[in-house]
């Protein structure tokens, strides 16, 4: 059976395409997450990631092994929709290429670095902020800046489970529209600071085997816990 959404733990994923999902972000705004099955594993302990995910206004199904579970135990047929192939489409999305962007990184290297990137791609009006090493999610600082900015568009790269928090965090606070992309380190896929990853490795849910000869010790950690999200689907 294939079907447009679904309810997991209250969070509702999109089976949509790449149009559809811009579409529902461009009339009502609010903000996408594609949150890795290392981090919904997180839910029932994280209090404050499982409201960021249940208020997202879209999300997508970024996890191949997730993708597996839903198939097998709730018999709905999905289709892997990563961070990285959205972000892939926005990169090559024409009509986005001279709307306002805020990118929100983790430090000034990788700032200028993905501020560089958008500008090869002919981004034409890209803004950058650099967030600090948030233990409260709570940044007036970037509240200011967006308010001073208006973009049409956040891209936040900064880690998940604090991505999202920072999103719903923005949402609330800020009194204009604009859609929020939590793709993390998606990005990094594309300036060469994560593990080299392309259209067939992340179409056959390979990104693991990539990610594992990149970086072994932290890739080999978030495998084995992302085992753990069996458990949801049983009990």
Not at 70 to 80: A, E, N, S
């Amino acid at each position: 059976m294939i079907i447009k959404d679904f309810y997991f733990r209250k969070i509702r994923f999109f089976n949509n395409s790449f149009k559809e999902i811009l579409s529902i972000l461009d009339r009502k705004g609010g903000y996408l997450v594609a949150p890795a099955a290392s981090a919904l594993v997180e839910i029932d302990f994280n209090k404050i990631y499982h409201k960021s995910l249940m208020n997202s206004d879209i999300a997508i199904l970024d996890s191949g092994f997730f993708c597996i579970l839903v198939r097998i135990f709730y018999k709905i047929k999905v289709v892997k929709f990563s961070g990285y192939k959205f972000l892939k489409d926005v990169i090559n999305e024409k009509k986005l290429k001279k709307k306002k962007f805020l990118l929100v990184d983790p430090n000034k290297i990788d700032s200028k670095i993905n501020y560089n990137f958008f500008k090869k791609n002919k981004f034409s009006n890209i803004e950058s902020y650099v967030a600090p090493d948030y233990k409260v999610i709570k940044d007036k600082k970037l509240l200011r800046v967006i308010n001073q900015t208006k973009p049409n568009y956040i891209i936040i790269n900064i880690g998940g489970l604090k991505q999202e928090p920072l999103a719903l965090f923005i949402k609330k606070n800020i009194n204009f529209k604009l859609s929020i992309f939590c793709t993390g380190a998606a990005i990094a896929f594309f300036t060469k600071r994560q593990a080299p990853i392309n259209d067939v490795i992340d179409k056959y849910y390979l990104g693991w085997a990539a990610r594992l000869l990149f970086s072994p010790a932290t890739t080999y950690k978030r495998f084995i816990k992302s085992f753990k999200l069996i458990k949801y689907f049983i009990f």
